[in-house]
T-cell receptor, first 116, second 113 residues
């Protein structure tokens, strides 16, 4: 099955700096890569996603890049703010193909701390 | 606002008890999932269901079972709770189509004593 690795496990940045979280995946059949943000005491929430036919996607201060050849994708947060402090998860999916049922394979999470 | 609702935020149960965790979604999603979340291990899939009365084992199904009698409801059952099942349990749902994210519930923190 798919294996997703995520680094770093913890990341501390100063407010206003950029933060980058990296993930690698093992199965070249994966074609959908969402990122989730989990605030304390809450369930994960989708913040951005990218499909395999796209190399980069931006949404305000958040961007995701995908390198299919190297099988890695990254989350970039610019101008970080204290409210960005949370745990971030990456995931990979092969979609709704036979026997996969749109299952996601998650990374182990990155705890981001943005210091004021 | 669409939602995945987990019936309990916090539960404390005794070893050996049968425990039911309930999850309801109002998005008419076909797929529903149960994950457990532990520090350093991320989210691990316990069971999932792609249709009413259908279920599939995830990566760590041992000690758990599930029930999906109605499309909107997916229950996780701990047949005989043990202390190593102390964890955060997350329910999620998704449409059957490819390339759509999950919607998660807020989680149930279960402590088995």
């Amino acid at each position: 099955g798919e294996n997703v690795e995520q680094h770093p496990s913890t990341l501390s940045v100063q407010e206003g700096d950029s933060a980058v979280i990296k993930c690698t995946y093992s199965d070249s059949a994966s074609n959908y890569f969402p990122w989730y943000k989990q605030e304390l005491g809450k369930g994960p929430q989708l913040i951005i996603d990218i499909r395999s036919n796209v190399g980069e996607k931006k949404d305000q201060r958040i961007a995701v890049t995908l390198n299919k050849t190297a099988k890695h994708f990254s989350l970039h947060i610019t101008e970080t703010q204290p409210e960005d402090s949370a745990v971030y998860f990456c995931a990979a999916s092969m979609g709704a193909v036979v026997d996969n049922f749109n299952k996601f394979y998650f990374g182990s999470g990155t705890k981001l701390n943005v210091k004021p | 606002d669409v939602k995945v609702t987990q019936s309990s935020r916090y539960l404390v149960k005794r070893t050996g008890e049968k425990v039911f965790l309930e999850c309801v979604q109002d998005m008419d999603h076909e797929n529903m999932f149960w994950y457990r979340q532990d520090p350093g291990l991320g989210l691990r899939l316990i069971y999932f269901s792609y249709d009413v009365k259908m279920k599939e084992k995830g990566d760590i199904p041992e000690g758990y079972s599930v029930s999906r009698e109605k499309k909107e409801r997916f229950s996780l059952i701990l047949e005989s709770a043990s202390t190593n099942q102390t964890s955060m349990y997350l329910c999620a749902s998704s449409t059957r189509g490819s390339g759509y994210g999950y919607t998660f519930g807020s989680g149930t923190r279960l402590t088995v004593v």
